[in-house]
């Protein structure tokens, strides 16, 4: 390349690159760099958290409460209540990260003595197979790689009304309880009605704690659908139910299983509440991808090929089109940036370069252009065909 | 097996459009070219997310230098060559600047009409009569320059030929946009508010604005318009890679560079987070001259002096704060009408609006984008999207504590909102359904830039491209390590940083054939 020198004797030009050359000459010629705003910005999004679990408390019949402590010199960063975290785990030769929410409240995490807690529920013997495994083997001083925080379920003042109701249904009571122990707290300024929706009283986690905590701030209230002589609120999470502990204009905020999700969400719809004043969090993957809206009939699950591009190396693996590709790719014990896994954070974001897949419409957070180019969100999408994807090198 | 080859050509540190520009170009000359992009997607800032199932533009994004089919400009001519498909769609008006202390109101379209003179002329003469020769006559000089600038952008030629063919981008190149205006056009200060309000596009007052600069910006936007992709930001960001990838590129997502690795005055790989060693003689590096120089040199010792005096010596332009909304009625309804609104709540002045730029909040030049009136798809029929965005300076985030990041973001964002609502006589903190509030924080998390900066360096007087322009080959410290980002020659900007992407690799591509005799 030729750079012109044309600006060279042109009198005003020529006084600009004399002032430039002196600007710079006058610069320090010592290292001093410093970026305070990257350090803040590592502080509230570091890479990874270590952490080692200091103590576990049963919270239900069916339910422990970890509390977790930072480790080899990381920091709990600060978070928001309702954000979650995911943990990397390996589980035999199978490696896999889980999100949870974080269950205790934002000024734990930064006092003198910082932890978080995170709530795990044992699963149905088909289900949660991670969450079991966790509730079965996890044991004091257990030590793990954590990501947080993330997700968007959180109240927002410039968005939220003050007035927020939370409809829960078994462990996505969680969130709720961060957000009530940081009202107490008096760094939340909300009112919280909590009605939280099991089928038995022996499904209700975290009830003493909450219980305890009840002001005239936070108010509990459990209703239950499977105890005829229970007393108290009965049956499902209805309009007339929400409509009963709803105060005028209020945000409501649903956290539980996908069923549980669907049905709120009508009665919702049915009490005219707008689409501002409704906040929602779901977790994982469909239970059966067969049973979603889209999905083609009559096919035959048999298991297909994946070839995985990772820069230069490709692996060939199998994949059952019954699951997501991050879970193929996991139980092949090859890293996959999951956090979410339900579509939404695209953290796991992929290229598929050949195949058919399948993406169900609820779990579809992908951008428009990734839609065009055939960029997919691995735990959203399942290899209808042999497939082949470009992945991250983890 | 590895991930990576033992060689390659170059590597391109960062995947945003500098970087993929010159990886483009590197390729299509044949080159073997890795990119090391640490997000997980390719653009850095030239982004959008999604929210609960809806798509937002990370921030105010206007791509100018594309022109009409038509009538192509410089960038659209690049990306044709290239053969990069983007659905671009046309922003209806240039601006709205709304100054209501100066009694300034009033709708700019870009275009020129057969007989030469500007549209936006005529729009001013209506409320202010009596200017409009005027104001043709400064587009006119805007566009002589601009058109010099580009000429010179794709050619060599002699200093006579220089001062006979490109006389008032000569004249002009010494000068501050308030010198030549306030000295060549007999204008009302009304109007020549009115015709600075892109300052914000640069984030520097007109004083020590290069005119060349300014020149360039207005004749830019005034001949060709500007633009927005259909898919946001993002389709064109993936548009991009994916052109990279089809010319040979290999582009890893995810992947921090932590080291350069330097011997002897010469770079020769770069070593990532992950811990993997890649090998290269050439090195176009997003990060900024700051950073490369400040941490990722290895060793230090090889850091001449030098570049620790250029990397320290200039100021850092601006960084971002954008509030972005997606509100839950149509744009009418809430008394939006316009896609692009400059707003000024005290009397209109460059200076004193860049002064502000160093506190937290307190911002009295906003700038609003609805961009439904650009991408009526851009949102579910009844919604609105809107951003209200200010461009600080770095210092005005630096002493924020990570305990309270999200206090002081809303408390800013809020005054942000209630500036803007004031304006429409609608709060639209009723009707948000999404917000996300953006920081410097926020791009300094998402591409580690240096202080969040996402202009690079300022472009004032003692540091604006004609400026930098004479020096650029005694700027290169390291031997193959050449720079590629909005902190190089041309500047700031989605335009501007094609091209200097498109510049860092023809460095290169000279540097390669000169290794060759």
Redesign the interface.
Known sequence: ?????????????????K???????????????R????E??K???P?KTDVMITKIEEVSPTAKKYTLKAINGDIL??F?AGQYCSLDLKIGDTITTRPYSICSAPFQA?SADPFFELTIRQGKPNEGFVSNWLYDNAKEGDTFTAHLPFG?FCF????DSKNVVALAGGSGITPFYSMAKEIENGTLDIQLTILYGSVSTKDIILEKQLKAIQSDKVKFINVISGEEDYEGEKGFLTKDIIQKYSAEDCSYFICGPLPMYHFVRTQLEEMKV???RIR?EIFGAPRDITKADGWPEGFNPAPVKLTVL?????DVIEANPLEPLTVALERAGIPN?SRCRSG?C??C?CKLLSGNVFVPEEG???????K??S?YHACSTYPLSDCKIKI??? | ?????DKYDAIVIGGALAGMSCAMKLASEGKDVLILERH??PGGMAT??????M?MEATLHEMMSLGPTEDPLYIREYLDEMKVAIDWLRVPEAYNLYSPKDDIDIELHAGRRPDGTWICADEIEEQYPGTKGEVNRLLELCKNVYESVLF?ND?????AQ??LQ?EPL??????SAKEVIDKTFDLPLAVKKILSAYWIYVGQPLSTL?FTIYAFLMADYMIGGSYV????S??M???MA?KCEELGV?F????NVDKILVKDGKVYGVRT??G?EIHTDYIASAPYP??V???MIEP?SE?P??A???????PMSV?NFSVVLLL?QKPEDLNIHDYSVFSSDIPFDTDVFWKEGRQLGGWDYLTTICLNYANPDCVKEGMTSLSITFLPL?ES???????D??AVK?KV??EM?DRVSDHLGVNL?D?????EIET???M??YT?D???GIYGYQQS????V????????KEFYIKGLVGCASHQLVGDGMACNINNGR?AA??I??WMKEAEK
């Not at chain 2, 004609?466 to 080959?473: G, H, Q, T």
């Open positions: 390349m030729k750079v012109n020198g044309f600006l060279k004797d042109v009198t005003g030009a020529s006084r600009v690159t002032a430039r050359r002196s600007l710079i000459q006058h610069g320090d010629p010592n290292n001093i760099y970026d305070p705003i990257r803040t910005a502080e509230l999004h890479e960063p600060p928001k930064r968007e927002e003042p410039l968005r707008p689409q501002r929602m990772r820069g230069i190396q490709e940036n939404a695209g953290f974001r579809d957070g992908r951008r428009w252009a990734d065009k180019y960029y991250i090198i983890k | 097996m590895p991930f990576y080859k997980n997607l959008s997310f999604v929210r609960n199932g798509e010179l050619h060599s030629i002699s200093k220089m001062l490109h000569v004249k002009t190149a010494g000068y290069p992709a259909r898919g946001f993002h389709e960001s993936v548009a994916e290999q890893e997502y995810g992947q987070s992950r993997d700051n950073t120089y400040g941490k230090q850091v002096a030098q620790r005096k250029y990397a320290n010596a200039m960084t839950d770095p985030f630096m002493d924020v504590k990570a305990d990041y999200f809303n964002a809020k909102i903190l009707h948000i359904v999404e917000i410097p924080v926020t300094s998390h580690s240096y202080r969040g007087m003692d540091n604006s004609v400026a930098r322009l004479e020096d650029i080959e510049i023809r460095t591509l000279t």
